[in-house]
Nanobody
Framework: QVQLVESGGGLVQAGGSLRLSCAAS????????MGWFRQAPGKEREFVAR????????YYADSVKGRFTISRDNAKNAVYLQMNNLKPEDTAVYYC?????????????WGQGTQVTVSS
C-alpha cells in the first residue's frame, strides 16, 4: 500500500507558474506508475499527466501539453508537476495517483488533493 500527500497548490495569476509535489510513503515507490489528475467544480475528474516507473516515458493531456512537465525522483519517493503559463481553465483540485500497472480514474491509490486557482 502507498499513501500520497500533495502540496504546492495555491492562487496564481494567469501566465504564472506553480510546482506541485506528491510525497509517497513506502519502500516500493519505484514500482508504481504515477500520475496527476484534476477535477474542476461541476466536472468529472480528468487525466493531466502520467510518468512510468523508471521516468523514461511521460504522457500528457492535450490541454496541458507544452505547458506542464511531470517528473519523479525515486530516491525521494516523490513526483512533481511543473505548471507553466497557467490559464484560468487550469483551476481545479489536483490529485496525485499511483498504480502498480497504470494510473487511471477508479483504480490505484490517491492523495487528498491540492487546490490550484488561476485568476484572470
Amino acid at each position: 500500500q502507498v499513501q500520497l500527500v500533495e502540496s504546492g497548490g495555491g492562487l496564481v495569476q494567469a501566465g504564472g507558474s506553480l510546482r506541485l509535489s506528491c510525497a509517497a510513503s513506502g519502500r516500493t515507490f519505484s514500482q508504481y506508475d504515477m500520475g496527476w489528475f484534476r477535477q474542476a467544480p461541476g466536472k468529472e475528474r480528468e487525466f493531466v499527466a502520467r510518468i512510468t516507473r523508471s521516468g523514461v516515458y511521460t504522457y500528457y493531456a492535450d490541454s496541458v501539453k507544452g505547458r506542464f512537465t511531470i517528473s519523479r525522483d525515486n530516491a525521494k519517493n516523490a513526483v512533481y508537476l511543473q505548471m507553466n503559463n497557467l490559464k484560468p481553465e487550469d483551476t481545479a483540485v489536483y490529485y496525485c495517483a499511483a498504480d502498480r500497472v497504470v494510473v487511471a480514474t477508479g483504480r490505484g491509490y490517491w492523495g487528498q488533493g491540492t487546490q490550484v486557482t488561476v485568476s484572470s
